[in-house]
């Protein structure tokens, strides 16, 4: 058996070193190479480790900014589709969870449209609900199933 493991290992080792070719290039960590032309800082925080419900995550499946900074946020534990300000505010929940007119099972996509409405693909009844700028449902419509 160690004999077999020797042998593997020498057979492995020429493959790898002709794996690395004459122009590999490695590079290490060192400074920045644009040092002062970006930051990095936070902009907004969402999310708490104890706190009101719509502040603790569970599985976040999907997440959007708007133009307008608001940030949207599907958490596939509760489910629910959530609001927030671009300051990371809550300020409200779109549809909720069922399988009726605007309610969703499953998020599988969320866009935002340049009209401000909000596309929610739902894989668990297989639609899109479309909701509004002000995030009242406004419609929905079906998708092929099964692909």
Same mark, same amino acid.
């Given at each position: ?8 290992? !020498? ?13 590999? !290039?490695?590079k +290490? ?25 719509y502040?603790?995550? /569970?599985?976040i499946?999907? !997440?959007?900014?708007?133009?307008? /900074? ?10 629910? +589709? ?11 929940t ?15 996509? +969320? ?23 002000? /995030? ?10 099964? +692909?």
């Open positions: 058996m160690i004999a077999l493991l020797n042998a593997s290992v !020498i057979l492995i080792l020429p493959i790898m070193a002709a794996a690395q070719t004459p122009d590999t !290039i490695v +290490l960590a060192d400074k920045p190479l644009h040092s002062g032309v970006a930051t990095l800082r936070e902009e907004a925080s969402i999310g708490e480790l104890d706190g009101e419900e502040y603790l995550f /569970g599985n499946t999907e !997440i959007v900014a708007g133009q307008d /900074g608001a940030i949207y946020v599907f958490d596939g534990q509760v489910p629910a +589709l959530r609001k927030y300000d671009p300051n990371g505010k809550y300020v409200r779109l549809g909720r969870q069922g399988q009726g007119p605007g309610e969703y099972v499953a998020g599988g996509g +969320l866009a935002i449209a340049p009209d401000g409405n909000v596309y929610l693909w739902d894989t668990g009844t297989w639609r899109i609900n479309v909701y509004g700028p002000s /995030g009242d449902f406004v419609t929905s419509f079906p998708t092929p199933s099964g +692909l």
